[in-house]
């Protein structure tokens, strides 16, 4: 009866050094079914995860990548181990881990697709299911024995691992079933391709994985399973650039980087393969590495080059468009400032006979004329203010607005405004008044007759927007402004249109229903003429039918 | 990845490294290994090599 150190001695097993490089090891097939796709993983994983290390789906796939290749690892180690106990620790070690990558795709997968974590109860589902595999590492149920039936330095396997296979089919099954799901549930083209994408990427790369070990371990054959390691790195490659491609990463440059490490790999591999079967499958391999990465690069670059190209185009367009826009304004201005000067002078003509004939320069008229001549008369006052504010903005928009700048009081200015428009407050039966402390100096260096315009048109848009109660003008004095405030009863503003009423034709909703002849350019010529005074105006309503306050702020003359 | 889910990691990562060092312990340190062993069909297997 032989003692276990003689059947040991007998089998004349080469002695391993750094626990991988011996003999023992058939090929270096073998080295390079691991290494590459250890090393290829782990650098795109790694990359991956420096840019964008706080996202859940790339921790989760640096997670798993770390324990795949720590599979590799101790998988290499059993090709070249000679001691038994070795043999007995990694093996009992890889069984655990095994089902664990695919628990790590299974979370990589929520975390990729539905942009969150798995839920608890999930998780807890998958760590109840991990859990035998785990506690019973340690134990026969995991590695029955040591076989020294042969000198193959097998461990033959008890129940555990055939359970840790069903598991691994079931967490298969559900990032499948996932996958189908979320697929289906979706409706946006380019997410369904994502999803479609990134499962099928998943279930080859465990495929890919799965055989180099499931079916060496129900055929009792490792061998076949090494060629399933290779399409590992493959796999890995399309979840990398998946993920670097929906996370908006520089797909050209990880193209190029993993062409560059694989290319560099491959060829040093082949400096220690002597096997010519051996070198003809290490060349395949790398062909379709080559065709897969150069693939990804060429299109990359292609796309890149069109995405230039058309953005180059439609730079040319936009600036084409811009300078037949700016033309067009140009025309619009001049078209805008001929046709009011051009309707002006008739007008004025029409204001000052209806005028003349009202103030009785052509005798007495009949009653009956008389009212027809008063309409004339407003519809011409209405149509010389439209006109004059058209002729503003134009000379606005074309920068030839002039302002007579001189010293004068604004107190004075808005008080002789306000005694203007109060025959037209009186008549509508509204309450004015009007508030300055004479202690003040409320001189200003401005164009009277632009901000005389402006007080005019805020106070008269008072009017025309407050049916009942009181318009208040108040003229205040700070350290270094003059302040005018014009408040009213009236219709009120509601908050989210305030800011457009300065635009041009900006008006409220409703304002057309209280006032029909406003044009929406009042405002916008009274802040151009404000700023232009380097001051500020601004209008303050809590809400409709609760008012507003309209404020102007010109720099004081100290 | 919330309290609960942060909880379940790190037990089961305890768990993970306790079962590892029995492992270790057992087969690297205890060297405690069933062998199975066949004269005869170590010896054929001999002869097939």
Known sequence: MRTVAEYIELCEWDTSRLLVFSDNVFGNLIYYSHLLPLVVSLLLAFFIFSKNSKSLATRWFLMTTILLCVWLYFDLILWATEKPAFTMFFWSIINMIEPMIYAGILFFMYAFIDNKDILFKQKLLVFVLLSPTVILTWTNLNLSYYDLTNCWREAIEGPLPYYSYAVEGIFAAWILGFGFRRFFQTHNKSERNKIALMTSGAVFFLFSFAMGNVVGSLLVNWEIGQYGLFGIPIFVAMLSYLVARYHLFNIKLISSQLLVVAIWLLTLAILFIQDIDTVRNVVVITLILFTALGYLLIKSVKREVEQREHIEKLALDLEKANARLRELDQMKSQFLSFASHQIRSPLTAIKGYTSMALEGDFGEMPEKIKGVIETLDKSAQSLIVIVNEFLDVSRIEQGRMKYEMSDFDVRKLVEETVAELRPNVEQKGLKFTFDADVKHDYRVYADQGKIKQVIGNIVDNAIKYTPSGSIDVKVSRTKSTVNITVSDTGVGIEPDVIPKLFSMFGRAKDASKTNVTGTGLGLYVAKQMIEAHRGQIWIESEGKGKGSTFHIELPAKN | ?49
């Open chain 2, 1 to 49: 990845m919330d309290k609960k889910s942060q909880i379940l990691t790190v037990f089961f990562a305890l768990l993970i490294m306790i079962s590892t060092v029995a492992t270790y312990y057992r087969y690297i340190v205890l060297e405690d290994i069933s062998y199975e062993t066949d004269e005869q069909l170590f010896q054929e297997s001999l002869l097939e090599e």
